[in-house]
Nanobody
Framework: QVQLKESGGGSVQAGGSLRLSCAAS????????MGWFRQAPGKEREFVGS????????YYADSVKGRFTSSRDNAKNTVYLQMDSLKPEDTGVYYC?????????WGQGTQVTVSS
């Protein structure tokens, strides 16, 4: 059974940083790309970024390019999202999803709130 668990959310002021983690179990973690998504109040869930199985290839939504960095530690079955220069429009619930291209499995999400 695939299980994903996000952590690391919180409340920060604009310009601040947060590092999200997503611990995975029940899958051959090192074989799959993992994705990060977010959902703001009243909006649909959207793609934020992804990291390939090796960690070498990373993709980001235009809205977060240059500010967010995804990475992974296959030995720990964990994927990370480093978020810098946060903006109020980054507020939302952040989820990791598997597989990255069309997730069938989601974590419970972690709330990120950025105040101006």
């Amino acid at each position: 059974q695939v299980q994903l668990k996000e952590s690391g959310g919180g409340s920060v002021q604009a310009g601040g940083s947060l590092r999200l983690s997503c611990a995975a179990s029940g899958l051959t973690f090192g074989s799959y790309a993992m994705g990060w998504f977010r959902q703001a109040p009243g909006k649909e869930r959207e793609f934020v970024g992804s990291v390939s199985w090796s960690g070498e290839n990373r993709y980001y939504a235009d809205s977060v390019k240059g500010r967010f960095t995804s990475s992974r530690d296959n030995a720990k079955n964990t994927v990370y999202l480093q978020m810098d220069s946060l903006k109020p429009e980054d507020t939302g619930v952040y989820y990791c999803g598997f597989p990255a291209g069309a997730p069938r499995y989601w974590g419970q999400g972690t709330q990120v709130t950025v105040s101006s």
